[in-house]
């Protein structure tokens, strides 16, 4: 029944039909949970007691890195279910992510620096957390070119499967680096064992952007994905039938 359930994930008019279904049901509760978020973190949370209105843009810089790198391990996985099982929807998936996640890498690496000009006195240091960071966008921006530079659709899974995979190494460096080395950037204050720092008026707004951005990249991906399978499929007789459906 596992293999049956697995082997239905890789049929690509299965999965185009269910990414149609699926969209709605993470697109409405992103957009509920981003404007409440935004709402109550922008609005309702009181003013931080050192950083004052300016630590804000952690309702925006904080879920941006997280799904930066969120996204990129995703893809990491989907890559490498391609090279494993060569499914070619896993490979869709995987090229489906890269534009997602270098859109919230650089979006994370904008509002940090927004945030630091004031805080550091330096829009950039070449800090740690910084640093990785800036790694994973060349590493996103590295796999579409990668796909980009090839015109034969397998080699290009492959290869860029493989970058994908190998450039997973720098998401545990990015996550842990603030405890590694002497960082700059605050230690985590959300995603930690103990207890949260924040104050639960700043808290509650901050885990509904997460969740927010969170459901977002799941409703974008599934539309990226209908697309990529629709383009590696376009020649397929069962796209004639959706279309003329």
């Not at 869709?92 to 890269?98: D, G, L, R, Y």
């Not at 004031?118 to 070119?145: A, C, K, N, V």
Request: hydrophobic share 55%.
């Amino acid at each position: 029944m596992t293999w049956t359930w697995f082997h239905r994930l890789g049929s690509p008019p299965y999965i185009y039909a269910l990414a149609a279904r699926l969209t709605p049901w993470f697109a409405w509760p992103a957009a509920l949970l981003i404007i409440g978020g935004l709402w109550g973190g922008l609005v309702l949370a009181p003013a931080d007691y050192q950083q004052g209105d300016g630590f804000r843009i952690i309702y925006v810089h904080a879920p941006s890195a997280w799904m930066s790198l969120m996204v990129y391990t995703t893809m990491a996985i989907a890559a490498a279910v391609g090279l494993i099982w060569r499914i070619k929807v896993a490979h869709a998936v995987a090229a489906s992510c890269a534009p997602i996640g270098a859109s919230f890498t650089f979006a994370a690496l904008v509002t940090g620096a927004l945030w630091g000009e004031p805080m550091w006195g330096t829009y950039w240091e070449w800090d740690p957390r910084l640093t990785s960071e800036l790694i994973l966008l060349f590493l996103y921006l590295g796999y579409m070119g990668l796909r980009a530079g090839l015109e034969d659709t397998q080699r290009a899974d492959r290869a860029s499967a493989v970058l994908a995979v190998v450039g997973v190494v720098n998401v545990p460096i990015i996550h842990y680096s603030v405890t590694w080395w002497n960082s700059l950037h605050q230690a985590p204050s959300v995603m930690r064992l103990a207890k949260p720092t924040m104050a639960a008026s700043m808290l509650v707004p901050l885990l509904m952007m997460l969740l927010g951005f969170t459901l977002f990249f799941g409703a974008v991906l599934l539309v990226r994905l209908r697309g990529e399978v629709l383009s590696r499929e376009r020649s397929a007789s069962w796209i004639r039938e959706v279309v003329s459906a």
